[in-house]
């Protein structure tokens, strides 16, 4: 492999989990991303406002580690950044899981504001999309509007964006437009009961056939 790859999954001496980095492999962005290392070490200590999340985040899997589940993380994480107002970005199929994440955010001491994807009800006719290529031909579908969810989570002044279930691309467009910082919560995937890690330990069996496309 060149010594220009940036391939960390090839790596199998993980000797970035030390202290004498420069001992990995010669591909090893420890040794060959110095200028990036360098300059990403200057934002933690030169804005403010980055150094007090990286603190944030560093102090919270000190307290939470193998101890927390993610909702107990994303408390933490956003008392340590003192944080008030947060924002939920829910997908339409998680309004169960979404009043119950509200109840808990407000039973810890925060105002919440939580949006749902198919906010404003806009027919997928209106981005130029056909019939027969939504995901249920000859019925009225709105289009996710992820753009939609952070410009009125904007406007209500939240601090934090949670994420729960938005779909593929619809969370990217999210994570773009929103102006405040988002966590992911759930991740979407509607074949494994939104585990989409479960597809990356069954590869050797049940998911085989994604690695012979």
């Known amino acids: 492999m060149s010594?220009?790859?940036?391939?960390?999954?090839?790596?199998?001496?993980?000797?970035?989990?030390?202290?004498?980095?420069?001992?990995?492999?010669?591909?090893?962005?420890?040794?060959?991303?110095?200028?990036?290392?360098?300059?990403?070490?200057?934002?933690?200590?030169?804005?403010?406002?980055?150094?007090?999340?990286?603190?944030?985040?560093?102090?919270?899997?000190?307290?939470s580690y193998m101890k927390w589940t993610r909702v107990e993380d994303t408390i933490d994480f956003a008392r340590e950044m003192g944080y008030k107002k947060l924002g939920i970005a829910t997908c339409i199929g998680f309004m169960a899981e979404d009043r119950i994440l509200r109840d808990i955010l407000i039973a810890h001491g925060f105002d919440v504001v939580s949006i749902c994807c198919k906010c404003g009800a806009v027919p997928k006719e209106e981005l130029g999309l056909l019939d027969n290529e939504k995901a249920k031909p000859g019925t009225f579908e709105p289009i996710c509007?992820?753009?939609?969810?952070?410009?009125?989570?904007e406007g209500a002044g939240t601090e934090l964006n949670i994420l729960l279930?938005?779909?593929?691309?619809?969370d990217t467009l999210f994570t773009k437009y929103s102006k405040a910082p988002v966590t992911t919560l759930v991740a979407k995937d509607r074949i494994t009961c939104h585990n989409p890690n479960a597809v990356l330990h069954g590869t050797s069996f049940y998911y085989k056939r994604l690695l012979s496309p």
């Open 3 to 63: 010594e220009h790859s940036i391939d960390c999954s090839n790596c199998r001496q993980q000797a970035c989990w030390s202290e004498n980095p420069d001992s990995g492999p010669s591909f090893c962005p420890s040794r060959t991303q110095k200028a990036a290392l360098d300059s990403a070490l200057r934002i933690y200590k030169r804005n403010p406002e980055i150094k007090k999340m990286a603190i944030a985040a560093a102090r919270t899997e000190g307290r």
């Open 145 to 153: 509007n992820p753009v939609a969810q952070a410009k009125i989570l």
């Open 165 to 170: 279930g938005l779909c593929v691309g619809h």
